[in-house]
């Protein structure tokens, strides 16, 4: 089985800042990993995802992750913020074995500041 | 292109009543899945379906069944509606690659 810790359930920072999501996951098996976004009232769209390669994975909208599997962590970064980034933001993990379950996080709201 | 159509999007229960929520996709994806959103809870699996004629639980099945008779559909039915169902479901779908495609969401609250 997999799960997924996102370790701040809220993240405040002003615009042009920069920023980092943290995720953790736990799996037995090797995993895909995934980050999604969701702005107000609106279902959730994918940011980027990790199948396999390169560890630094880039995604829409400037946002970056990068695989860690010594440390199981998938954070995700931007340079620089904007207000429209303002959104809930989930990690999500789905094992490498014959499981298309895919299990979420908690969730991370990101808040962007004039 | 549709993609993924949930209806209704707003519903309000009596505790006790049943009903179904209503999910469509016009991908031809073999993997369709039902999530619950609870404030702070992030998203948590109900049931998922790898094609037509199989399903299976996810994290909280409970008080949930669904079916899945076509690749198309797959509806979840509530039997006995609870209070602790209040919440707002999601349906998904996705071919191998592991990318979700979400429906708009269903808002249900039971009183």
């Known amino acids: 089985a997999q799960s997924v810790t996102q370790l701040d359930s809220q993240v405040p920072v002003f615009e042009e800042a920069p920023v980092e999501l943290r995720c953790n996951y736990s799996s037995s098996v090797s995993v895909y990993l995934f980050w999604y976004v969701q702005y107000p009232n609106q279902g959730l769209q994918l940011l980027l995802k990790?199948?396999?390669?390169?560890?630094l994975v880039k995604g829409i909208n400037g946002f970056e992750a990068e695989f860690n599997k010594s440390q199981t962590s998938f954070h995700l970064r931007k340079p620089s913020v904007h207000i429209s980034d303002t959104a809930e933001y989930f990690c999500?993990?789905?094992?490498?074995?014959?499981?298309?379950?895919?299990?979420f996080g908690s969730g991370t709201r990101l808040l962007v500041r004039p | 292109n549709a993609g993924v159509t949930q209806t209704p999007k707003f519903r309000i229960l009596k505790i006790g009543q049943s009903m179904t929520l209503q999910c469509t996709q016009d991908?031809?994806?073999?993997?369709m899945y039902w999530y619950r959103q609870d404030p702070g809870m992030g998203l948590k699996l109900i049931y998922y379906?790898?094609?037509?004629?199989?399903?299976d639980k996810g994290e909280v099945p409970n008080g949930y069944n669904v079916s899945r008779s076509t690749t198309e559909d797959f509806p979840l039915r509530l039997e006995l509606a609870a209070p602790s169902q209040t919440s707002v479901y999601f349906c998904a779908s996705t071919e191998n690659t592991g990318e979700l495609f979400f429906g708009e969401g269903s808002r249900l609250t039971v009183l």
């Open positions: 999500a993990v789905r094992g490498m074995d014959s499981s298309y379950k895919l299990i």
């Open positions: 379906s790898v094609g037509a004629g199989i399903t």
């Open positions: 990790y199948l396999s390669g390169s560890t």
């Open positions: 991908m031809n994806h073999n993997y």
